[in-house]
């Protein structure tokens, strides 16, 4: 069983920005879906961004144009910077792997591995 570990989570105060990192699988592969998700309490878990083969990208709309999706090829990490932060992304966010994938990469049923999460906290 494949862990993933999230890092780079913490408390910023509106307008903020934080950046996510996450070490993909032993066997990652380029052509693999790699996504970041988010889980507010209380609230059910929802997409955030992926980013499938050729570097393709998915972004959730509440989150397009403030978030950006990346990848290090070499070294197999994940990044998510998250710029223009609001309170309403507080959350604890998860990245998550896949290998096969279709339409909707933020559709969680194409993801395999996952994450423990980590916090994202935006003051207001």
């Known amino acids: 069983q494949v862990e993933l570990v999230e890092s780079g989570g913490g408390s910023v105060q509106a307008g903020g920005s934080l950046r996510l990192s996450c070490p993909g699988s032993?066997?990652?592969?380029?052509?693999?879906?790699r996504g970041w998700f988010r889980q507010a309490p209380g609230k059910e878990r929802e997409g955030v961004a992926s980013?499938?083969?050729?570097?393709?990208?998915e972004y959730a709309d509440f989150v397009r144009g403030r978030f950006t999706i990346s990848r290090d090829m070499g070294k197999k990490i994940l990044y998510l910077q998250m710029d223009k932060l609001v309170p309403e992304d507080t959350a604890m966010y998860y990245c998550?792997?896949?290998?096969?994938?279709?339409?909707?990469?933020?559709?969680?049923?194409?993801?395999?591995?996952w994450g423990q999460g980590t916090q994202v906290t935006v003051s207001s």
């Open positions: 998550a792997e896949g290998r096969q994938y279709g339409d909707n990469k933020l559709d969680p049923k194409w993801y395999i591995f």
């Open positions: 980013i499938g083969h050729l570097d393709s990208t």
């Open positions: 032993p066997s990652s592969d380029p052509y693999y879906v």
